[in-house]
């Protein structure tokens, strides 16, 4: 046992590895305002989350992770051109309780806000962080890629029969209910209707909220001040719309499915995505290129970056803020991701701010194996 | 005194119904309990076991010194202790469930919400009031992390959970929240205020339990007076 140490300074291995394309190295709070992390995280995050209250009665928590705080700061100062952020510190997550994981570690993170070239960003990025793993002495890294976006991009091109295709694109970026969803529009099953729902089926929307009204009125029961009896009879309506609808052709169903399963070798997967695609009548081609321009301008950079390289849209996180390209750097023996990162271009305008392009990474090196103890 | 020859500290619920069940239940094992001065005081002592310092305190400090390890053995409600902390299987012991101190936690909506029947059904309506308004459903509760956590694993992701101390069934006619989650031991509360269990949304079924702690120090003295206690 050495002792207490300082884990990261900006001249260490790992930090300096994450900070050599540039950047500053900035401090963020630490305390963050619990209703912001919870309304943007949902509330599957409350488990894990510190809290602490603030002498006037704020509820706060510990952050969770770095990109929120600095997202935050730029959303209360918007950025004046292209912007690189450095960060190493604390985040607070309590463990899983089958984990034997510490409740705060250190992270390394990179933000980069406002780029003119986002292709140039997300590279910028991804070397870094792959150079800050080897830095750590991660063996053998991989990077699996995904894509937030892929799903709505593909669900607003494709031409899927009233009402599948309007229900299915609003599940976009919840993979799990879409799932859900592709399965009823494979087979809507008009037998688990209710007699209500039978009776409002044909009627037009004025006839079903009059009579939902009615219905519930009469009987003396409540809606609660916030939710009318008109949304009850609407989403009734639609229910039943739903299950009376001609099923979407099996053909249509099986692509998607395979579209939500893609996995596999980065290029063969992009390639494999891009052929499915095009059977539901999409074409992927723009998505396409932007892919290969991350991938030349990977190989040009660190000609082994994308050694084993592999694309899992299943890695889209349900989540989380990343709205599109988003990765994992992986190693021989070690569990879990250690390093993650990918564009959240909605974040900042979600906090109130200005709409500001956003790409970041963020390092664990407690997980890249190679520095014992600290000296990042 | 150090604590391994000390005497196995007891934690009881103070006043109300729950103190009035738990003299019952000691009662079945000839042990009573003593009240010193005042009936209304909290300072008492149990006649009929030996080895046993007994605190009347709220039930949620029983969990509370429960999970700390101040007590080693209290008598309080699964709710409380489940809310408390995701791990209660490593930090104390169900010894016993005393059947009385009834409580399920549970999910509750407006009982004019046709529509919904299911947990299924109230992730679509959070889902959709939050792309109708942009804001999220507001589920008022005290048990925030029973709530979180079933929830989410129950697929209901579009939400926020506010804070209620108390009156928590009012919460949807007020407008403070949508829907709750609470416990009921009769459903009469909840029927009373217009709302409805939804039937997959049983969260815990909880009742007054008899709870050793793992975070105490044990002695086989201690360890007896427990035995005697579980009866």
């Given at each position: 046992m050495t002792g207490p140490v300082r884990a990261v300074s900006p001249g260490s291995p790992v930090a300096a590895a994450l900070a050599s394309h540039g950047g500053v190295w900035v401090d963020m709070p630490v305390l963050l305002p619990a209703a912001l992390v919870l309304e943007l995280s949902g509330e599957a995050l409350r488990p894990r989350l510190f809290f602490a209250s603030g002498v006037d009665g704020a509820e706060l928590c510990l952050r969770p992770d770095l990109t929120v705080p600095a997202a935050r700061a730029v959303a209360a100062e918007p950025v004046s051109g292209p912007t690189v952020w450095l960060q190493a510190g604390k985040v607070f997550r309590a463990h899983n309780p089958d984990e034997a994981s510490p409740d705060e570690f250190i992270q390394i993170g990179l933000e980069r806000f406002a780029d003119p070239d986002p292709v140039a960003a997300d590279t910028d990025v991804v070397a870094a962080a792959l150079e800050a793993c080897v830095a750590g002495g991660l063996a053998s890294p991989v990077i699996t890629f995904s894509d937030a976006a892929l799903l709505a991009l593909v669900l607003d091109d494709a031409s899927l029969s009233a009402p599948w295709g309007e229900v299915l694109r609003r599940e976009a970026y919840r993979p799990q209910v879409l799932r859900r969803r592709l399965a009823e529009a494979g087979a809507p099953d008009?037998?688990?209707?209710s007699d209500l729902e039978r009776q409002l089926a044909p009627l037009s929307q004025a006839e079903a909220r009059d009579t939902v009204a009615a219905l519930i009125d009469g009987t003396g029961l409540n809606t609660g001040a916030t939710r009318s009896t008109d949304q009850i009879a609407d989403r009734l309506a639609e229910k039943a719309r739903r299950a009376l609808a001609p099923a979407l052709p099996q053909v249509l169903i099986g692509s998607l499915n395979s579209l939500l399963a893609a996995s596999g070798p980065l290029v063969d997967t992009l390639d494999g995505i891009v052929a499915t695609a095009r059977d539901l009548d999409v074409d992927l081609s723009g998505w396409r290129t932007i892919w290969a321009a991350r991938i030349d301008a990977l190989n040009a950079r660190a000609p082994h970056a994308l050694a084993g390289a592999r694309f899992d849209l299943g890695r889209a996180r349900n989540f989380g803020y990343y709205d599109g390209m988003n990765f994992d750097i992986e190693g021989a023996g070690v569990a879990r991701p250690a390093a993650s990162g990918g564009r959240y271009d909605s974040l900042v305008e979600k906090l109130g701010g200005k709409p500001t392009p956003a790409v970041g990474c963020v390092v664990r090196p407690e997980r890249l194996g190679g520095i014992a103890g600290g000296g990042w | 005194m150090s604590a391994l020859d000390g005497p196995l500290i007891l934690g009881l619920p103070s006043k109300g119904r729950l103190k009035e069940q738990c003299e019952a239940w000691l009662a079945a094992r000839a042990i009573t309990l003593v009240q010193v001065g005042d009936a209304r005081a909290y300072t008492a002592r149990l006649d009929g076991v030996d080895g046993v310092d007994l605190r009347l305190m709220s039930a949620s400090d029983i969990a509370r010194g429960l999970l700390a390890g101040d007590l080693h053995a209290g008598v309080t409600g699964e709710d409380l202790l489940r809310e408390m902390t995701p791990n209660l299987d490593s930090l104390a012991t169900i010894e016993a469930r005393l059947g009385f101190g009834f409580a399920d936690v549970v999910v509750a909506v407006p009982d004019g919400w046709i529509d919904v029947k299911s947990l299924a059904d109230l992730a679509e309506v959070t889902a959709e009031m939050r792309r109708a308004s942009g804001n999220r459903f507001r589920i008022a509760t005290k048990y925030k992390q029973l709530a979180s956590r079933f929830l989410s694993a129950h697929g209901v992701v579009d939400l926020r959970i506010v804070d209620s101390a108390g009156a928590t069934e009012g919460a949807p006619a007020s407008g403070t929240a949508e829907a709750i989650v609470d416990i009921t031991t009769t459903g009469d509360t909840l029927r009373a205020n217009g709302l409805k269990i939804i039937p997959d949304g049983v969260i815990l079924k909880s009742q007054a339990c008899l709870v050793s702690s793992a975070g105490a120090a044990w002695s086989d003295q201690n360890r007896a007076a427990l035995a005697a206690l579980r009866g």
């Open positions: 008009p037998a688990a209707l | -």
